[in-house]
Protein backbone atom coordinates (compact mmCIF):
# COMPACT_ATOMS: atom_id res chain seq x y z
CA UNK A 1 0.00 0.00 0.00
CA UNK A 2 0.95 3.58 -0.85
CA UNK A 3 0.55 6.22 1.89
CA UNK A 4 2.20 9.61 2.98
CA UNK A 5 1.33 10.91 6.15
CA UNK A 6 1.79 14.20 7.77
CA UNK A 7 1.39 14.48 11.33
CA UNK A 8 1.52 18.30 11.72
CA UNK A 9 -2.12 19.60 10.66
CA UNK A 10 -1.40 22.95 11.47
CA UNK A 11 1.57 25.22 12.60
CA UNK A 12 1.52 28.76 13.41
CA UNK A 13 4.97 30.65 13.71
CA UNK A 14 6.50 33.97 13.61
CA UNK A 15 8.38 36.08 10.77
CA UNK A 16 11.91 34.67 10.50
CA UNK A 17 11.20 31.85 12.16
CA UNK A 18 12.53 28.61 10.65
CA UNK A 19 9.85 25.93 10.22
CA UNK A 20 10.26 21.73 9.23
CA UNK A 21 6.95 20.24 7.77
CA UNK A 22 7.10 16.50 8.65
CA UNK A 23 6.40 14.02 5.44
CA UNK A 24 6.60 10.04 6.46
CA UNK A 25 5.87 8.18 3.36
CA UNK A 26 5.07 4.28 2.63
CA UNK A 27 5.29 2.56 -0.73
CA UNK A 28 6.98 -1.25 -1.28
CA UNK A 29 8.08 -0.09 -4.97
CA UNK A 30 12.01 0.73 -5.10
CA UNK A 31 11.28 3.84 -7.73
CA UNK A 32 8.94 6.02 -6.17
CA UNK A 33 8.99 10.40 -6.76
CA UNK A 34 8.30 12.68 -4.27
CA UNK A 35 6.96 15.58 -4.21
CA UNK A 36 5.74 18.98 -2.27
CA UNK A 37 2.89 21.67 -3.04
CA UNK A 38 2.28 24.91 -1.90
CA UNK A 39 -1.79 25.38 -1.73
CA UNK A 40 -2.36 29.40 -0.61
CA UNK A 41 -5.75 30.87 0.10
CA UNK A 42 -6.29 31.58 -3.67
CA UNK A 43 -6.48 27.78 -4.04
CA UNK A 44 -3.88 26.76 -6.54
CA UNK A 45 -1.39 24.00 -6.18
CA UNK A 46 2.03 25.60 -6.96
CA UNK A 47 4.65 22.85 -7.26
CA UNK A 48 7.63 22.89 -5.46
CA UNK A 49 10.08 20.10 -5.97
CA UNK A 50 10.28 16.76 -7.20
CA UNK A 51 12.70 13.95 -6.14
CA UNK A 52 13.17 10.15 -7.32
CA UNK A 53 14.02 7.35 -4.73
CA UNK A 54 17.49 6.88 -6.43
CA UNK A 55 18.53 10.54 -5.19
CA UNK A 56 18.91 11.25 -1.56
CA UNK A 57 21.02 14.39 -1.96
CA UNK A 58 19.29 17.46 0.03
CA UNK A 59 18.26 20.06 -1.76
CA UNK A 60 18.17 23.97 -1.12
CA UNK A 61 16.16 26.65 -2.84
CA UNK A 62 16.39 30.01 -1.45
CA UNK A 63 15.07 29.92 1.83
CA UNK A 64 13.44 26.27 1.17
CA UNK A 65 15.28 22.81 2.11
CA UNK A 66 14.54 19.65 1.56
CA UNK A 67 16.00 16.34 3.60
CA UNK A 68 15.10 13.18 2.14
CA UNK A 69 15.87 9.85 4.21
CA UNK A 70 15.12 7.12 2.98
CA UNK A 71 16.07 5.14 6.10
CA UNK A 72 13.09 6.14 7.80
CA UNK A 73 10.81 6.86 4.65
CA UNK A 74 10.64 10.73 5.51
CA UNK A 75 10.82 13.99 3.00
CA UNK A 76 10.75 17.37 5.43
CA UNK A 77 10.46 20.48 4.31
CA UNK A 78 11.83 23.62 6.12
CA UNK A 79 11.35 27.06 5.52
CA UNK A 80 14.14 29.49 6.48
CA UNK A 81 13.30 32.55 7.98
CA UNK A 82 9.37 32.33 7.18
CA UNK A 83 7.69 35.06 6.01
CA UNK A 84 3.57 35.95 5.91
CA UNK A 85 3.77 34.96 2.08
CA UNK A 86 4.20 31.58 2.71
CA UNK A 87 1.20 31.19 4.88
CA UNK A 88 -0.24 28.63 2.46
CA UNK A 89 -1.31 24.56 2.87
CA UNK A 90 1.52 22.62 2.04
CA UNK A 91 1.25 18.92 0.81
CA UNK A 92 3.53 16.07 0.40
CA UNK A 93 2.65 13.33 -2.48
CA UNK A 94 4.13 10.52 -3.53
CA UNK A 95 3.85 8.62 -7.16
CA UNK A 96 5.53 5.14 -7.50
CA UNK A 97 6.21 2.32 -9.98
CA UNK A 98 3.76 -0.30 -9.01
CA UNK A 99 4.20 -2.22 -11.85
CA UNK A 100 1.51 -0.73 -13.99
CA UNK A 101 2.89 2.21 -15.54
CA UNK A 102 -0.50 4.09 -15.57
CA UNK A 103 0.45 4.11 -11.54
CA UNK A 104 3.29 6.19 -11.59
CA UNK A 105 0.40 8.73 -13.15
CA UNK A 106 -1.24 8.84 -9.92
CA UNK A 107 -0.28 11.07 -6.96
CA UNK A 108 -0.86 10.12 -3.17
CA UNK A 109 -1.08 13.44 -1.28
CA UNK A 110 -0.71 13.66 2.26
CA UNK A 111 -3.94 15.58 4.33
CA UNK A 112 -1.63 18.38 4.32
CA UNK A 113 -0.02 20.87 6.93
CA UNK A 114 -1.60 24.38 7.47
CA UNK A 115 1.05 26.57 7.97
CA UNK A 116 -0.02 29.80 9.05
CA UNK A 117 2.71 32.78 9.47
CA UNK A 118 2.12 35.91 11.64
CA UNK A 119 3.98 39.07 11.39
CA UNK B 1 1.30 33.80 -18.43
CA UNK B 2 -1.38 30.91 -17.27
CA UNK B 3 -0.39 27.27 -18.96
CA UNK B 4 -3.23 25.41 -17.44
CA UNK B 5 -6.31 27.25 -17.64
CA UNK B 6 -9.90 26.36 -16.23
CA UNK B 7 -12.91 27.96 -16.66
CA UNK B 8 -15.05 29.16 -15.09
CA UNK B 9 -13.54 30.06 -12.07
CA UNK B 10 -16.52 30.15 -10.04
CA UNK B 11 -19.82 27.63 -11.42
CA UNK B 12 -23.16 27.89 -9.99
CA UNK B 13 -25.38 24.86 -10.81
CA UNK B 14 -28.74 23.27 -9.58
CA UNK B 15 -29.29 20.07 -8.20
CA UNK B 16 -29.54 17.42 -10.91
CA UNK B 17 -28.61 19.55 -14.18
CA UNK B 18 -25.48 18.63 -15.95
CA UNK B 19 -22.41 20.79 -15.96
CA UNK B 20 -19.60 21.17 -17.83
CA UNK B 21 -15.83 22.70 -16.58
CA UNK B 22 -13.53 22.97 -18.87
CA UNK B 23 -9.52 22.72 -18.88
CA UNK B 24 -6.61 24.11 -21.49
CA UNK B 25 -3.13 23.48 -21.76
CA UNK B 26 -0.39 25.76 -23.54
CA UNK B 27 2.29 22.88 -22.24
CA UNK B 28 1.57 20.24 -24.91
CA UNK B 29 1.73 18.16 -21.99
CA UNK B 30 0.61 14.48 -22.12
CA UNK B 31 -1.34 13.93 -19.68
CA UNK B 32 -4.49 15.54 -18.00
CA UNK B 33 -5.68 14.93 -14.66
CA UNK B 34 -9.16 15.99 -12.78
CA UNK B 35 -9.02 16.36 -9.29
CA UNK B 36 -12.09 16.81 -6.96
CA UNK B 37 -11.26 18.49 -3.25
CA UNK B 38 -13.60 19.46 -0.16
CA UNK B 39 -12.59 21.97 2.24
CA UNK B 40 -9.55 21.19 4.56
CA UNK B 41 -8.90 17.75 2.58
CA UNK B 42 -6.59 16.65 -0.21
CA UNK B 43 -7.37 16.42 -3.83
CA UNK B 44 -8.88 13.41 -4.48
CA UNK B 45 -7.83 11.89 -8.49
CA UNK B 46 -11.04 11.25 -10.28
CA UNK B 47 -9.41 10.68 -13.48
CA UNK B 48 -6.77 10.93 -15.97
CA UNK B 49 -5.64 10.76 -19.75
CA UNK B 50 -2.27 9.74 -20.98
CA UNK B 51 -2.50 10.94 -24.67
CA UNK B 52 -5.90 9.61 -25.39
CA UNK B 53 -5.78 6.71 -23.16
CA UNK B 54 -8.36 6.97 -19.96
CA UNK B 55 -7.53 5.52 -16.61
CA UNK B 56 -10.66 5.87 -14.38
CA UNK B 57 -10.28 5.74 -10.37
CA UNK B 58 -12.05 3.16 -9.06
CA UNK B 59 -14.11 5.06 -6.54
CA UNK B 60 -15.01 7.59 -9.05
CA UNK B 61 -18.35 7.92 -9.09
CA UNK B 62 -20.34 6.80 -12.41
CA UNK B 63 -21.76 10.25 -12.76
CA UNK B 64 -18.60 12.15 -13.50
CA UNK B 65 -17.42 11.86 -17.00
CA UNK B 66 -14.49 12.82 -18.81
CA UNK B 67 -13.12 14.29 -22.77
CA UNK B 68 -10.33 15.06 -23.81
CA UNK B 69 -10.79 16.05 -27.59
CA UNK B 70 -7.15 17.23 -28.54
CA UNK B 71 -4.41 17.35 -26.54
CA UNK B 72 -5.05 20.93 -25.26
CA UNK B 73 -8.19 20.78 -24.00
CA UNK B 74 -9.95 18.22 -21.06
CA UNK B 75 -13.43 18.40 -20.21
CA UNK B 76 -14.94 16.74 -16.65
CA UNK B 77 -19.18 16.52 -17.38
CA UNK B 78 -20.92 16.23 -14.03
CA UNK B 79 -24.25 14.53 -15.54
CA UNK B 80 -26.59 15.09 -12.26
CA UNK B 81 -25.11 16.75 -10.06
CA UNK B 82 -25.53 16.22 -5.72
CA UNK B 83 -25.03 18.68 -3.02
CA UNK B 84 -22.03 16.73 -2.26
CA UNK B 85 -20.07 17.25 -5.05
CA UNK B 86 -19.87 20.86 -4.37
CA UNK B 87 -15.63 21.04 -4.01
CA UNK B 88 -13.07 22.57 -5.96
CA UNK B 89 -11.98 21.12 -9.03
CA UNK B 90 -8.77 20.98 -10.29
CA UNK B 91 -7.10 20.62 -13.35
CA UNK B 92 -3.77 19.52 -13.89
CA UNK B 93 -0.64 18.10 -16.45
CA UNK B 94 2.17 17.01 -16.65
CA UNK B 95 4.46 16.16 -19.23
CA UNK B 96 5.16 12.47 -18.70
CA UNK B 97 4.18 9.74 -16.41
CA UNK B 98 5.80 10.72 -12.91
CA UNK B 99 6.38 14.26 -13.51
CA UNK B 100 5.60 17.21 -11.80
CA UNK B 101 2.18 18.02 -11.88
CA UNK B 102 1.25 21.51 -13.13
CA UNK B 103 -2.26 22.94 -11.75
CA UNK B 104 -5.12 25.18 -12.68
CA UNK B 105 -6.91 27.33 -10.27
CA UNK B 106 -9.91 25.48 -10.06
CA UNK B 107 -13.05 25.69 -10.43
CA UNK B 108 -15.69 26.16 -7.29
CA UNK B 109 -18.51 24.32 -7.74
CA UNK B 110 -21.90 25.28 -5.68
CA UNK B 111 -24.91 23.11 -6.44
CA UNK B 112 -28.18 25.21 -5.29
Known amino acids: AQKVTQAQTEISVVEKEDVTLDCVYE???????LFWYKQPPSGELVFLIRRNSFDEQNEISGRYSWNFQKSTSSFNFTITASQVVDSAVYFC????????????????FGTGTRLQVFP | DAMVIQNPRYQVTQFGKPVTLSCSQTLNHNVMYWYQQKSSQAPKLLFHYYDKDFNNEADTPDNFQSRRPNTSFCFLDIRSPGLGDAAMYLC???????????FGDGTRLSIL
Open chain 1, 27 to 33: TRDTTYY
Open chain 1, 93 to 108: ALSSWGGRTYNTDKLI
Open chain 2, 92 to 102: ATSRDRAEAQH
